[in-house]
């Protein structure tokens, strides 16, 4: 059975920092392309950050760019998301997903002072 | 980047009515389209790949469709339980885009 369980998340003050990460079982992980997708309060799903299989290409959305670092840990089938500079927008729910075809249950990262 | 757009944003149906979603991109995507139904406290559940073909688990009443850039979820027969946010993604080119969401209720 997939799973895949975010943990990370928490209240942050502007500014600050914050590691997402997704541990992944029940597959092989290092076969998938992985992504990060979020919800911020009230709003619709946005896509943020995905990976090759390797870890050697990655893609951001263009808000993000400069801020998130996605990567993964094939050796520890884990997905990470480095998010920078936190911002009072960056406040959402993030998925980690698989191909899109499975999601993790979400973890909630609040950004205020 | 390519847009979708979802229509309509809201809609209201009875149970047992035939309902149906679109999503119209901005640029040819040819099937790459996925949706989701999306409820709340909960992950996305995939309900269509490919534009047309039906995600494990999905209940038949559900399909997907296809006509030059307008994409359709089609619901044949409205149940409860489909009451949620459904939302489609294009995963042809970076970066990868959702829709707007088309929220579902029943009357």
């Known amino acids: ?113 | 980047d390519i847009q979708l757009t979802q229509s309509p944003s809201s809609m209201s149906a009875s149970l047992g009515d035939r309902v149906s979603l679109t999503c119209q991109s901005s640029q040819g995507i040819g099937n790459y389209l996925s949706w989701y139904q999306h409820k709340p406290g909960k992950p996305p559940k995939p309900m269509i790949y490919y534009a047309t073909n039906l995600a494990d688990g999905v209940p038949s009443r559900f399909s997907g469709s296809r006509s030059g850039s307008d994409y359709s979820l089609t619901i044949s027969s409205l149940e409860s339980e489909d009451t949620a946010i459904y939302y489609c993604l294009q995963y042809d080119e970076y970066p990868l885009t959702f829709g707007s969401g088309t929220k579902l209720e029943i009357k």
């Open chain 1, 1 to 113: 059975e997939v799973q895949l369980v975010e943990s990370g998340g928490g209240l942050v003050q502007p500014g600050r920092s914050l590691k997402l990460s997704c541990a992944a079982s029940g597959f092989t992980y290092s076969n998938y392309v992985m992504a990060w997708v979020r919800q911020a309060p009230t709003k619709g799903l946005e896509w943020v950050a995905s990976i090759s299989t390797g870890g050697g290409n990655t893609y951001y959305r263009d808000s993000v760019k400069g801020r998130f670092t996605i990567s993964r840990d094939n050796a520890k089938n884990t997905l990470y998301l480095q998010i920078d500079s936190l911002r009072s927008e960056d406040t959402a729910t993030y998925y980690c997903a698989l191909r899109f075809d499975y999601w993790g249950q979400g973890v909630m990262v609040t950004v205020s002072s």
